[in-house]
């Protein structure tokens, strides 16, 4: 009796560990093989710590520890088609291919004691430093476009590299900089095309195919197994037709804007009036088919879980809810934001978004300036009040904004001539990562600080619509003047007016 409970008690404790029928385990070399027939789908079950660290070309990732594991496996797996999974040692797969079992999943074969026995069969694997590769075909295009492939970093991009379509074909292999740094976009700068480019989700040892048949670069067919590259997909087919117009539009505006800056005003006043009418009439073309995308892009994302695609449209639409009272999709992007979890809303993302959402009080001229805690190069806590008693230059800035840079050899020389009356603190918008990169470029000899918060803390305060953003403060902690961009004598004519 004794030993049947015991029996009992082991094996619902392991169970889980035990052959099933209906769930096929396979060694090495068979499972090599199976992977590559048609229709498999390759599953990882381990942690992402554990993806990154190396993972079998073409794997999922869906982690069994984390939370929604059966709900995420059905929204990225298709249940009518056979699933190869895989942990580290077996014993997950195994776990996980149970409860796919249990959800539908009819077709389940898992790797015999998991990747371990994979590495020591000598099979290989994709680290990160396996390059990813974009194969692009372009049908209906001129050989000879330039094709250049931009690295996201937050809001700025940097060309790492360009082809010269051939034969209507481009490539592209790179190693990831970062693995934070997942999205790089693909540009074109000819007139034939609209002022858009393509996104592209990478991730190491991904095989990216970009397939296109004409300008509209933006909804380039761009496929892979990077989770991140569906879901954007995802939302661009929901209003792919109008995506097409949008983008003809683009291209007339563009071009529109072109010749008004070749017409002379004064002496070609009719000329301009008439490309001007065009330019406004583009538009309010624009304007009408980007509301209806608007609207079908609302009604997916309220079905959709976040994603970084997801958060993307999300923080465009709360740019758009801050810059202009009566954007007509305010609400439903408030609605969006709430629904997010803490985490999210806690991130440096959701931390913009919220300061588009719910922007703060204006701070105007006359105005007490607001305080935070910023960081310098070293983590230390630094403060604006530290200033207290001098002028301080508040500089709102980032590494890829031409006019920014272009500003501190002004800068610095005004913090030296006036070193006992003004203290300049420059605010990098930038991510950190970012920012430290370009600080190690320039000579940044006075306050260089980053409060952690992209455009959701001070920044926001000043509701800034461009950047360089510069706001004087007195000596008493009041803001004096706030100034929109910079020109070569700008600073030297402010404090030569202030101190001489």
């Known amino acids: 009796m004794k030993f049947t409970v015991l029996a009992a008690l082991l094996a619902f404790l392991f169970g889980s560990c035990q052959p099933s029928e209906d769930i096929r385990t396979i060694p090495v070399e068979e499972f090599a093989q199976y992977i590559t027939e048609a229709g498999v789908q390759l599953l990882d079950v381990r942690t992402p710590g554990e993806y990154a660290e190396g993972h079998l070309d073409g794997a999922v990732l869906i982690d069994f520890k984390a939370d929604g594991f059966v709900e995420k496996a059905e929204a990225q797996l298709k249940k009518d088609q056979p699933v190869a999974l895989y942990c580290r040692g077996g014993r997950r797969s195994h776990m996980a291919a149970?409860?796919?079992?249990?959800?539908?999943f009819t077709q389940l074969t898992e790797l015999k004691d998991g990747i371990t026995a994979w590495n020591d069969a000598g099979m290989p694997v994709v680290t990160p430093e396996t390059p990813y590769v974009i194969e692009g075909e372009l049908t209906g295009m001129k050989d000879g476009l330039v094709i250049s492939l931009m690295q996201m970093d937050g809001s700025v991009g940097t060309r790492i590299a360009s082809d010269t379509l051939h034969n209507g074909k481009f490539r592209f292999e790179q190693v990831m900089q970062e693995p934070e740094l997942n999205l790089v976009t693909l540009m074109c700068n000819d007139?034939?095309?609209?002022?858009?480019?393509?996104?592209?989700?990478?991730?190491?040892?991904?095989?990216?195919?970009?397939?296109?048949?004409?300008?509209?670069?933006?909804?380039w067919d761009v496929q892979s197994n990077v989770q991140e590259q569906k879901e954007r997909n995802r939302l661009l087919q929901t209003a792919a037709a109008e995506y097409e117009g949008f983008q003809d539009v683009s291209t007339e505006r563009k071009l529109v804007i072109k010749e008004l800056s070749g017409i002379d005003r004064k002496s070609d006043k009719e000329h301009y009036a008439k490309a001007y009418e065009?330019?406004?009439?583009i538009g309010e073309k624009s304007d009408s088919i980007s509301d209806i995308i608007q609207r079908k892009k609302v009604e997916l994302m309220k079905k959709m879980e976040p994603s970084q695609p997801w958060l993307r449209e999300l923080g465009s639409m709360a740019k758009m809810a801050g810059?202009?009272?009566?954007?007509a999709f305010k609400d439903d992007a408030v609605a969006l934001y709430e629904s997010l979890p803490a985490e999210i809303k806690q991130s440096v993302k959701g931390m913009e978004i919220r300061a588009n959402l719910y922007p703060p009080q204006k701070v105007n001229d006359g105005d007490e300036c607001p305080d935070a805690d910023m960081y310098d190069l070293e983590g230390n806590v630094h403060r604006l009040s530290e200033h207290k008693g001098k002028y301080i230059l508040l500089d709102f800035w980032s590494s890829g904004c031409g006019p920014c840079i272009k500003a501190f050899p002004e800068m610095k020389q005004m913090s030296e001539q006036y070193a006992d009356r003004l203290a300049i603190v420059s605010m990098s918008t930038d991510t950190e990562r970012r920012w430290r990169k370009a600080s190690a470029q320039h000579d940044i000899t006075w306050s260089n600080w980053n409060e952690g918060k992209g455009t959701g803390g001070l920044y926001s305060y000043f509701q800034i619509?461009?950047?360089?953003?510069?706001?004087?403060?007195?000596?008493?902690?009041?803001?004096?003047?706030?100034?929109?961009?910079?020109?070569?004598?700008?600073?030297?004519?402010?404090?030569?007016?202030?101190?001489?």
């Open 323 to 327: 810059a202009y009272q009566d954007y």
């Open 191 to 219: 007139d034939a095309f609209p002022s858009m480019s393509c996104d592209v989700y990478i991730a190491p040892g991904a095989h990216i195919e970009v397939k296109g048949h004409n300008a509209h670069i933006y909804t």
């Open 465 to 500: 619509i461009g950047i360089p953003y510069y706001v004087l403060v007195n000596p008493e902690g009041k803001v004096e003047r706030q100034l929109l961009g910079y020109r070569e004598g700008t600073f030297k004519a402010l404090f030569s007016e202030l101190f001489e």
């Open 278 to 281: 065009r330019y406004k009439a």
């Open 98 to 104: 149970e409860q796919m079992l249990k959800a539908g």
